[in-house]
């Protein structure tokens, strides 16, 4: 069986701070976990994903995340937050039936 | 290419009634799904498709049917429509299974309302 999970609803950072969106996975073998954002009412655009090799994955608009096999985890992280980045965020297995319940990220001028 | 796109945008519809949500993509693409998106619960998947001809139920199946006669599109259709399929319908296509790497390209959406 497989799963995600987004522990926070809600994420707040002032603009210019380092962003941290949190995923922790429940997958047998080996993970593939992607991260989506969504802006309002649009559907879900690909950030990035997690295959194999290095576990720091670089992605779209700056974002980056890591994979943790220890802490079975993949947060994703930016070094400066920008208002613009304010969006809802979700994690993703390798299948398709297994997203987390979303991370809302509000970035404040 | 324009992607993956749905019809129509926002739809009200009264209990009963039946309708049918349209989703086309122009990659090429084996696999399509359809999920419903609810406050606090994310992407929940309904149906999906590895290919033309095949469909299977995903997470919450009921309520709903789909058939895939062509690589193209992939309709989802609400058979007498309840209060409690108000949501949004997104319809994503991959290259191949979503068990493994390959990434899933998302529409923009279906809004229902059904009073």
């Known amino acids: 069986a497989q799963s995600v999970a987004q522990p926070e609803d809600q994420v707040n950072v002032a603009e210019g701070n380092p962003l941290t969106v949190k995923c922790t996975y429940s997958?047998?073998?080996?993970?593939?976990l992607f991260w989506y954002v969504q802006y309002p009412n649009r559907g879900l655009q690909f950030l990035l994903k997690?295959?194999?090799?290095?576990?720091l994955v670089k992605g779209s608009y700056g974002f980056e995340a890591e994979f943790n096999k220890s802490q079975t985890s993949f947060h994703l992280k930016k070094p400066s937050a920008l208002v613009s980045d304010s969006a809802l965020y979700f994690c993703?297995?390798?299948?398709?039936?297994?997203f987390g319940t979303g991370t809302s990220l509000t970035v404040i001028p | 290419n324009a992607g993956v796109t749905q019809t129509p945008k926002f739809q009200v519809l009264k209990t009963g009634q039946s309708m049918t949500l349209q989703c086309a993509q122009d990659?090429?693409?084996?696999?399509m799904s359809w999920y419903r998106q609810d406050p606090g619960m994310g992407l929940r998947l309904i149906h999906y498709?590895?290919?033309?001809?095949?469909?299977d139920q995903g997470e919450v199946p009921n309520g709903y049917n789909v058939s895939r006669s062509t690589t193209e599109d992939f309709p989802l259709r609400l058979l007498s429509a309840a209060p409690s399929q108000t949501s949004v319908y997104f319809c994503?296509?991959?290259?191949?299974?979503?068990?493994?790497?390959?990434?899933?390209?998302f529409g923009p959406g279906t809004r229902l309302l059904v009073l």
């Open positions: 498709s590895v290919g033309a001809g095949i469909t």
């Open positions: 993703r297995t390798g299948n398709q039936f297994y």
């Open positions: 990659m090429n693409h084996e696999y």
């Open positions: 997958v047998s073998g080996n993970p593939y």
């Open positions: 997690y295959i194999t090799g290095d576990n």
């Open positions: 994503a296509s991959s290259s191949g299974l979503a068990g493994g790497a390959e990434t899933q390209y």
